[in-house]
């Protein structure tokens, strides 16, 4: 049983007042629905004895193909090193292609290859496939609610690069 309290009104914001149980319930939602969201990725990355770090390059150089090493390096927030060892992975087993920049030849752009487009296709798909059902269960409203949510708690420079990635790929 649920024990939130009516939004109060100030000054014409609506406050929604939430006990710390509630928000350590949240909290273990996050968590739980994360295992959840990342559960059937992982089964298809584990046959290829990829992590969730493969996941993430393949889905953002989809997202943006011919993005730089460096853009890359900005969207996962990770080391060079570290992303180094899964972009090397990935493009000797021919899901990635590198190209040297035709106007920085320092540059290095980054393509998804056939097999790395089928790839990332299976594990969105087993993605959507949840969220779709996630987002017909609760409804538009709710949608709505929980992107609003999920953009408030994003770091001011990761909101940024969320919405430049959005309105560029819309």
Not at 37 to 51: C, E, K, N, S, V
Request: charged content about 25%.
């Amino acid at each position: 049983m649920s024990d939130t309290r009516p939004a109060q009104v100030f000054g014409g914001e609506s406050l929604l007042f939430l006990t710390d149980e509630q928000l350590r319930q949240g909290i273990e939602a996050m968590f739980f629905a994360y295992r959840g969201f990342t559960a059937d990725p992982d089964r298809i990355l584990a046959q290829m004895a990829y992590g969730r770090a493969h996941h993430r390059a393949i889905h953002f150089i989809n997202r943006a193909p011919g993005t730089t090493v460096n853009n890359l390096l900005a969207i996962l927030g990770v080391t060079k090193q570290s992303l180094n060892r899964v972009l090397r992975t990935l493009i000797d087993d021919g899901l990635v292609e590198s190209r040297v920049g035709t106007v920085d030849k320092r540059e290095r752009h980054l393509f998804l290859t056939e097999n790395g487009r089928a790839l990332e296709a299976r594990l969105s798909e087993a993605q959507r496939v949840r969220m779709r059902a996630a987002y017909k269960d609760a409804g538009p409203e709710a949608v709505s609610g929980f992107r609003k949510v999920l953009e408030a708690m994003m770091d001011a420079d990761m909101r940024h690069a969320y919405t430049k990635l959005r309105d560029t790929t819309s």
